[in-house]
């Protein structure tokens, strides 16, 4: 049985690896995508990737494209700060966007502006949910967190303990909890101030379901967190991948998002 070709190409921002595929192309097939995501992204039986996206033409004229975005377990995805430094290179790259970009996502238009590898992404709207509050916990703990978008919900607790298994246990923990407010669940981010301005951070990852490398939003969000008990703008954010820097307004209610995106290889997926 003959089968479908699909070409893509491979990116990563701090660790966060990400399959992008130009979706307007007419030598592309269609397959049906929150299927095809959960098998191409997964490690051992495909190519591998934190996520899928699929470039497409943009509804307003006045923006270059639209992206259609789904995390690894084939679940759609708003907002993604990693993948939008990946995809404004590659547009750039591929002559679907200018250097200054806007494009379009679930969560709203975003902003991207193209430095060679560094990727400038003015993300979407932060809206403080709470700047403090107590969730039940049946973890030996009192966990006391800020609950905030970032383009998506995160709950964020600022953290001493950074062995995996903490990580882990409290992150998937606080991803499900009841008491959040009713969406697919938030995305757990932890975070340390380690010096003027710089923090260490990691997220447990909605659609991932576990600690990754790195996470763009994730690092807004503990940028968000940080500022609230006093760091000031611009904030260097550690993760285990690599380190982004974060550029706060003063009214915590946007930011720029600064970091590298890197290229792993461009490919053919054959599926059918």
């Known amino acids: 049985m003959k089968k479908n070709k699909i070409y893509f190409t491979k990116m990563t921002a701090a660790g966060n690896d990400f399959i ?4 307007r192309a007419k030598k592309n097939p269609k397959p049906k995508r929150k299927e095809f995501a959960k098998k191409i992204c997964d490690r051992h039986f495909g190519v591998g990737a934190d996520g899928l996206f699929f470039i497409e033409k943009a509804k307003n004229k006045e923006n270059n494209f639209a992206w259609d975005f789904y995390n690894a377990d084939g679940s759609i995805a708003e907002m993604c700060g990693n993948g939008a430094r990946c995809v404004a290179r590659y547009c750039f790259d591929n002559k679907i966007a200018p250097k200054k970009m806007k494009f379009e996502t679930l969560s709203g238009v975003v902003g991207a502006e193209v430095f060679k590898n560094q990727i400038k992404i003015q993300m979407p ?24 978008t970032a383009g998506v919900p995160h709950i964020v607790k600022e953290n001493s303990d950074w062995s995996q298994e903490y990580l882990f246990d409290v992150g998937e923990f606080l991803r499900n909890h009841a008491s959040l407010e009713k969406t697919n669940g938030a995305n757990a981010t932890f975070f340390e101030i380690i010096g003027p301005s710089k923090i260490q951070a990691a997220t447990f990852e909605r659609g991932v379901e576990d600690i990754t490398l790195a996470c763009g939003t994730g690092a807004v969000a503990a940028a968000v967190a940080a500022s609230l008990r006093g760091e000031k703008s611009p904030i260097k954010v550690n993760m285990p991948g690599g380190t982004m820097t974060v550029v706060l307004s003063s009214d915590l209610q946007s930011a720029e998002l600064i970091g590298e995106a890197e290229y792993i290889c461009n490919g053919e997926i054959l599926f059918g």
Do not use: G, H, R, V
């Open 20 to 23: 992008i595929i130009d979706a």
């Open 125 to 148: 709207k932060i809206k403080i949910i709470f700047k403090s509050i107590n969730i039940p916990s049946e973890l030996n703990e009192k966990i006391n967190a800020t609950y905030l």
